[in-house]
């Protein structure tokens, strides 16, 4: 139990187009869904936290109008990166949390996104 | 700031050997504390989680040490295999559906 995919696992786009990254819960509903970014061999950065039905929360210096985050059922998140350019470039990962899970975040597989 | 701080950076240790990451807190609001272990290209994977309720907690070949009194808490890997390589992360949550606030990350290499 508690699988969180996400698609695509990795995507090459042009300079200045928008992308689109899903995290889908695949048996739980995920009230919570969260958005990080990973840069090589670094931690995890929390980008966005996200609630079913409402707006997300974003983390100081996080553009909001770059990384738009939609959270329209319990079992879909996505992220946008709108405008991309050779500095989005990153390994986005996003988790879900569900109260009867014991409260923890899982992780989905992550997407590879480079921006040429 | 780094809420959780992660100690070490990098392990080597031997096939059978024992792993040992530190992580040490300051808030003492934090209420539940999860280590993940990742591989290179994918996500974080729960490998065992603790609340400060509990000293001591077991999962087969891992072990979390919980010292509420010194805010430090460990991961003990018994018996470390290769299949063990991996990136660990500690963290500590603030609150029920807060955020996670991650350490810097251990890399541990299991020599064969």
């Known amino acids: 139990g508690a699988v969180v995919s996400q698609h695509p696992s990795w995507v090459i786009c042009k300079s200045g187009t928008s992308v689109k990254i899903e995290c889908r819960s695949l048996?739980?509903?995920?009230?919570?869904m969260f958005w990080y970014r990973q840069f090589p061999k670094q931690s995890l950065m929390l980008m966005a936290t996200?609630?079913?039905?409402?707006?997300?929360?974003?983390e100081q210096g996080v553009e909001k109008d770059k990384f738009l985050i939609n959270h329209a059922s319990l079992t879909l998140s996505t992220l946008t990166v709108t405008s991309a350019h050779p500095e989005d470039s990153s390994f986005y990962i996003c988790?879900?949390?569900?109260?009867?899970?014991?409260?923890?975040?899982?992780f989905g597989p992550g997407t590879r996104l480079l921006v040429l | 700031q780094q809420q959780v701080k992660q100690s070490p950076q990098s392990l080597i240790v031997q096939k059978g050997g024992i792993s040992i990451i530190n992580c040490a807190y300051e808030n003492t609001a934090f209420d539940y504390f999860p280590w993940y272990q990742q591989f290179p290209g994918k996500g974080p994977a729960l490998l065992i989680a603790i609340r400060p309720d509990v000293s001591e907690k077991k999962e087969g070949r891992f072990t979390i040490s919980f010292n509420k009194s010194a805010k430090q808490f460990s991961l003990h890997i018994m018996d470390s295999q290769p299949g063990d390589s991996a990136t660990y992360f500690c963290?500590?949550?603030?609150?029920?559906?807060?955020?996670?606030?991650f350490g810097a990350g251990t890399q541990v290499v299991v020599t064969p």
């Open positions: 963290a500590a949550r603030l609150g029920s559906w807060g955020k996670f606030q």
């Open positions: 988790s879900a949390s569900e109260r009867l899970l014991q409260e923890t975040q899982y």
């Open positions: 996200s609630n079913e039905g409402s707006k997300a929360t974003y």
């Open positions: 048996d739980f509903q995920a009230t919570t």
